[in-house]
């Protein structure tokens, strides 16, 4: 691996607290955010316009979106229609659909199977496209499901391509509950970068059995320069047993840094940000590099 740029995607205000049972004050979301984007992020998950009653931690993604202007790539998760016509009323510019490869993961997620939320999205995916809008698509359980077990390469491919066809920027493909291994990531992510799709690869681990970060590598060697990771190691999707937190921000940036693959990102600014946020959180935030900074 030669030094080159590695770009990260925080996504710690949005998969770090949407299942976080205690609601966040709004004003913490917002100044969590700025902290972050202080250490230096340009690509965030911000927030999320899905029901409140499903996930009650995002009831407040309209005010964050107000408060979170600036030219940087911020990104609003949208499920459905609905949350799509929110975000175009609201001037989102950077919008990330979400669907599982498994159809009953997708079921319990946003009630529809894989099938129907694609014929759902496509035809919006090319309209936003046509207004100059960044689309990512993420692919949830791309190696395995809580309750369909493991995932085929070519399933993840095949709903890969049909998001490429219908103009998406980016694919974020997801490891939702920690499971895959490091030679599962190898062999998937060789597999995209050989179908030479238009768009942004971009890896998102869960951390659940500690194998992220050996992933992380295994995806690099694979040529994926863009992660998905969640500052203080938050995250979870409350409608996937067993996930839990995305692998932790500045655990990242460490290892990349050693290795001189340059984040942009600076450490110390980063760490701030986690200790600011982490009297409003419940899960007990166990990063290597907080706890040792902490004396946990
Ligand atoms: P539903 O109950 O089938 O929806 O839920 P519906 O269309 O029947 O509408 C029911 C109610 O929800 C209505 O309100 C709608 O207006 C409202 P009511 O009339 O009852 O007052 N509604 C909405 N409100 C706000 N925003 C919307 C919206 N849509 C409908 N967009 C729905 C379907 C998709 C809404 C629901 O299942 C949902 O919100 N799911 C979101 C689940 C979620 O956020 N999961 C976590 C994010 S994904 C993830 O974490 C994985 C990822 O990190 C990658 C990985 O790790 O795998 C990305
Ligand atoms: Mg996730």
Known sequence: LNAQ???????????????ESQFVPTDVKIQFIHKLKQ???KEMEITSLVSPKWVPQMKDARDVI?????????IVLVPNKKGIELAEELSCSSLAVFVGVSNTFNQKNINKTTQESLQELVPLIEQLKQQNKFIRACISTSFYCPYEGKIAEKEVLALG???????????????TIGMANPKEVYSLFSSFVKADLPLLLTAHFH?????????????LQAGITRFDTS?????GCPFAKG???NVATEDVVFMLEQMGLQTGIDLNALLDA????????SRKIDSKHFALQHNL
């Open 5 to 19: 740029p590695v770009t990260l995607i925080e996504v710690g205000p949005r998969d770090g607290l949407q299942n």
């Open 39 to 41: 250490a230096g992020f």
């Open 66 to 74: 107000n408060a979170i202007q600036d030219d940087t790539r911020n």
């Open 161 to 175: 391509e049909a998001f490429a066809k219908a103009g998406v920027d980016e694919l974020s493909i997801a490891d």
């Open 207 to 219: 951390d659940t059995r500690g194998m992220a970060i050996a992933n992380i590598y295994a995806a």
């Open 231 to 235: 500052a203080g190691g938050l995250g």
């Open 243 to 245: 996930a839990t937190g």
């Open 274 to 281: 986690v200790a600011f946020l982490s009297p409003y959180v």
